[in-house]
């Protein structure tokens, strides 16, 4: 099978060995690496963003990345991409010339305008789009009210972009009542998780040495959402139950510790420990290379996440791999990866009295600590590895080429408004 992904924001590359790597970049890296170990041929379209990337990158046998010049050749945040669109879509449509892919998978709403505009201007009518959200602007506006920085045409794009897409690929059940809620037909959605590289994150190996008798850990990029300063607000209650020889490891950031003093959020966070008297148990550590992280998260008692709203989340799989339990907001995708009393522990949003309540109850319990981790390592490796995800990926594809009849593409002027 030819496959066309569409990643506008979200390079592969970044997660095979930049810094600038989320949860899309390795989403989209190690899909298409294990799609390609199938024997299909993918190629990725990403936009350009720095002018010295060469048009076209071989990654690995069947599986190339190709630079769109789509804008400015720099780093625009994602936010402010919806103009370039339609020149990506352009671009892709001129790489594919006279022979479209037999199907298109786009992750992330715009890249969904870019991938069906594509497949009008290629006259590949019969070529269907996947489309993988990753994250859903009604959620994100639920949360962060005034706060979102979308584009306003998210608002009526998104849903047009499910309503025109072949098959949609729901990264867990939460997003399918999300999705329907927006009007989208749920006999269209699969679902299919993230996954998570089982080379890397294992549960042998070494541990980076830590300096108390007990870590917690969290990991991911440093913005209010993720609730970082709830683990924060945790640590005082946690030391009235009797743990005060707790270091909290924070991992994420834009750069290396010594970049955090121009992160606000990381001002914001250290502000608060000083503020709350822990600021000698807390660290933050910045961004660290992914081969670090196994060692790191092994070294961990307990890994907090505790965001407002997860779409999925790939941090508690790559705890759960590495055998180390979770203590999860039971918010979207985490209620999915993580099973409560059986791989962690689920608390309810914003709540730091419940993170406190759960990581004391396992700092305290060294059995139930390793049967968690024990548990969580081998649900990580019997359902999220990539082959599996992949597996489950082509099965939607080839649902999606059965069905047959393409959904009504978006006309332009549907997309027009950019």
């Not at 962690?344 to 993170?355: E, Q, S």
């Given at each position: 099978?030819?496959?066309?992904?569409?990643?506008?924001?979200?390079?592969?590359?970044?997660?095979?060995?930049?810094?600038?790597?989320?949860?899309?970049?390795?989403?989209?890296?190690?899909?298409?690496?294990?799609?390609?170990?199938?024997?299909?041929?993918?190629?990725?379209?990403?936009?350009?963003?720095?002018?010295?990337?060469?048009?076209?990158?071989?990654?690995?046998?069947?599986?190339?990345?190709?630079?769109?010049?789509?804008?400015?050749?720099?780093?625009?945040?994602?936010?402010?991409?919806?103009?370039?669109?339609?020149?990506?879509?352009?671009?892709?449509?001129?790489?594919?010339?006279?022979?479209?892919?037999?199907?298109?998978?786009?992750?992330?709403?715009?890249?969904?305008?870019?991938a069906l505009d594509a497949a009008r201007r290629s006259g590949g009518a019969?070529?269907?789009?996947?489309?993988?959200?990753?994250?859903?602007?009604?959620?994100?506006?639920?949360?962060?009210?005034?706060?979102?920085?979308?584009?306003?045409?998210?608002?009526?794009?998104?849903?047009?972009?499910?309503?025109?897409?072949?098959?949609?690929?729901?990264?867990?059940?939460?997003?399918?009542?999300?999705?329907?809620?927006?009007?989208?037909?749920?006999?269209?959605?699969?679902?299919?998780?993230?996954?998570?590289?089982?080379?890397?994150?294992?549960?042998?190996?070494?541990?980076?040495?830590?300096?108390?008798?007990?870590?917690?850990?969290?990991?991911?990029?440093?913005?209010?959402?993720?609730?970082?300063?709830?683990?924060?607000?945790?640590?005082?209650?946690?030391?009235?139950?009797?743990?005060?020889?707790?270091?909290?490891?924070?991992?994420?950031?834009?750069?290396?510790?010594?970049?955090?003093?121009?992160?606000?959020?990381?001002?914001?966070?250290?502000?608060?420990?000083?503020?709350?008297?822990?600021?000698?148990?807390?660290?933050?550590?910045?961004?660290?290379?992914?081969?670090?992280?196994?060692?790191?998260?092994?070294?961990?008692?307990?890994?907090?996440?505790?965001?407002?709203?997860?779409?999925?989340?790939?941090?508690?799989?790559?705890?759960?791999?590495?055998?180390?339990?979770?203590?999860?907001?039971?918010?979207?995708?985490?209620?999915?990866?993580?099973?409560?009393?059986?791989?962690?522990?689920?608390?309810?949003?914003?709540?730091?009295?419940?993170?406190?309540?759960?990581?004391?109850?396992?700092?305290?319990?060294?059995?139930?600590?390793?049967?968690?981790?024990?548990?969580?390592?081998?649900?990580?490796?019997?359902?999220?590895?990539?082959?599996?995800?992949?597996?489950?990926?082509?099965?939607?594809?080839?649902?999606?080429?059965?069905?047959?009849?393409?959904?009504?593409?978006?006309?332009?002027?549907?997309?027009?408004?950019?």
């Amino acid at each position: 099978m030819r496959i066309s992904m569409v990643s506008e924001h979200a390079s592969p590359l970044a997660a095979l060995g930049g810094v600038d790597a989320g949860g899309q970049n390795v989403h989209v890296a190690a899909l298409s690496t294990a799609l390609a170990r199938m024997g299909h041929h993918v190629t990725v379209y990403t936009r350009k963003d720095d002018a010295a990337l060469p048009p076209r990158v071989a990654i690995q046998p069947r599986l190339d990345v190709v630079h769109v010049a789509a804008g400015p050749a720099r780093h625009v945040p994602k936010d402010k991409l919806l103009p370039y669109m339609d020149r990506l879509a352009e671009g892709i449509a001129e790489d594919w010339g006279a022979r479209p892919p037999d199907i298109v998978h786009a992750h992330f709403w715009m890249s969904g305008l870019a991938a069906l505009d594509a497949a009008r201007r290629s006259g590949g009518a019969g070529v269907p789009v996947v489309q993988t959200f990753h994250a859903l602007g009604t959620v994100k506006r639920r949360h962060q009210g005034s706060d979102d920085t979308s584009p306003p045409q998210r608002r009526w794009l998104e849903p047009a972009v499910g309503r025109a897409a072949d098959r949609i690929i729901a990264t867990c059940s939460d997003e399918v009542f999300e999705l329907k809620a927006m009007g989208i037909d749920t006999a269209k959605i699969s679902i299919a998780p993230c996954g998570v590289d089982l080379d890397l994150f294992a549960g042998f190996g070494a541990a980076e040495p830590r300096p108390r008798n007990h870590r917690i850990l969290s990991v991911g990029r440093l913005v209010p959402r993720k609730g970082v300063d709830l683990v924060i607000r945790a640590l005082p209650l946690l030391r009235e139950a009797g743990f005060d020889d707790v270091e909290l490891l924070i991992v994420g950031g834009g750069g290396g510790a010594a970049a955090l003093g121009a992160d606000p959020e990381a001002r914001r966070l250290s502000e608060l420990a000083v503020e709350l008297g822990v600021d000698h148990q807390v660290t933050l550590r910045g961004q660290v290379p992914r081969e670090d992280m196994p060692g790191i998260l092994r070294s961990a008692d307990v890994v907090v996440c505790a965001p407002w709203y997860e779409p999925f989340g790939i941090v508690p799989l790559e705890a759960m791999a590495c055998g180390v339990p979770v203590v999860a907001a039971a918010v979207g995708g985490l209620t999915d990866t993580v099973v409560d009393r059986a791989t962690g522990l689920h608390v309810p949003p914003r709540d730091p009295a419940a993170i406190a309540v759960a990581v004391a109850e396992i700092l305290s319990d060294p059995e139930l600590r390793s049967e968690l981790g024990r548990a969580g390592r081998q649900r990580a490796r019997s359902r999220y590895s990539w082959d599996r995800v992949a597996a489950e990926t082509e099965k939607a594809y080839r649902r999606a080429l059965a069905d047959g009849a393409v959904s009504r593409r978006m006309e332009p002027a549907e997309g027009a408004a950019l």
